[in-house]
């Protein structure tokens, strides 16, 4: 199976802060990766797929780039509502969907 | 709109069986492909397979093989995953989830753009 590795697991920031997530890939993915929000007690909701497309109703602080083996998603001004848990996965193989291991984003 | 609806929450002993339900509404739940994830407590998302609800063909990941079984029933839009022998490392919420992923074809994508509002499943003794 294709392993995904997230870095860092949790991190701290402020309001307004511009905030990277790293997701990298044990083999290439040729961009067959998403991203997902998570809050506590909820459903996981989908942000990006094909690394870099935002879903719809996503706000456009959201943004995703990569490729390869290596991917990002970056919050451009955190806002409270961002406070969460934040996962890749990866759909490259079809067979055998895997996630990274998530990063919480907590208030500073 | 779409809503994948799962049935309630379950305790159940060491050995037992769960089944869980996953009820669609608001898209024809035979054009895409439905996936069952799960979240231990505190833990992140573990894919367990899917079922294409049309055809029925499924594919599950390696870890349960020989232990789950997902099947649906389109008449009423409903998609199950039953999961057996179950232990108690096994206890975590249970997620049906729909991938954008057409009846048709397999070759994907399999990115989840709704999800369930998940099932804890308790299992003690």
């Known amino acids: 199976d294709i392993q995904m590795t997230q870095s860092p697991s949790s991190l701290s920031a402020s309001v307004g802060d511009r905030v990277t997530i790293t997701c990298r890939a044990s083999?290439?993915?040729?961009?067959?990766l998403a991203w997902y929000q998570q809050k506590p007690g909820k459903a996981p909701k989908l942000l990006l797929y094909?690394?870099?497309r935002l879903e719809s109703g996503v706000p456009s602080r959201f943004s995703g780039s990569g490729s390869g083996t290596d991917y990002t998603l970056t919050i451009s001004s955190l806002q409270p509502e961002d406070f969460a848990t934040y996962y890749c996965q990866q759909y490259y193989s079809t067979l055998a969907l895997t996630f990274g291991g998530g990063t919480k984003v907590e208030i500073k | 709109q779409v809503q994948l609806v799962q049935s309630g929450a379950e305790v159940k002993k060491p050995g037992a069986s769960v089944k869980v339900s996953c009820k669609a509404s608001?898209?024809?739940?035979?054009?895409?492909?439905m996936h069952w994830v799960r979240q231990a407590p505190g833990q992140g998302l573990e894919w367990m397979g899917w079922i294409n609800p049309n055809s029925g063909g499924t594919n599950y990941a390696q870890k349960f093989q020989g232990r789950v079984t997902m099947t649906r029933d389109t008449s009423i839009s409903t998609a199950y995953m039953e999961l057996s022998r179950l232990r108690s490392d096994d206890t975590a919420v249970y997620y049906c989830?729909?991938?954008?992923?057409?009846?048709?074809?397999?070759?994907?994508?399999?990115?989840?753009?709704?999800w369930g509002q998940g099932t804890l499943v308790t299992v003690s003794s």
């Open positions: 989830a729909r991938s954008r992923t057409y009846y048709y074809d397999s070759s994907g994508p399999y990115y989840f753009d709704y």
């Open positions: 608001g898209y024809t739940f035979t054009g895409y492909y």
């Open positions: 083999q290439g993915i040729s961009n067959s």
């Open positions: 094909a690394a870099s």
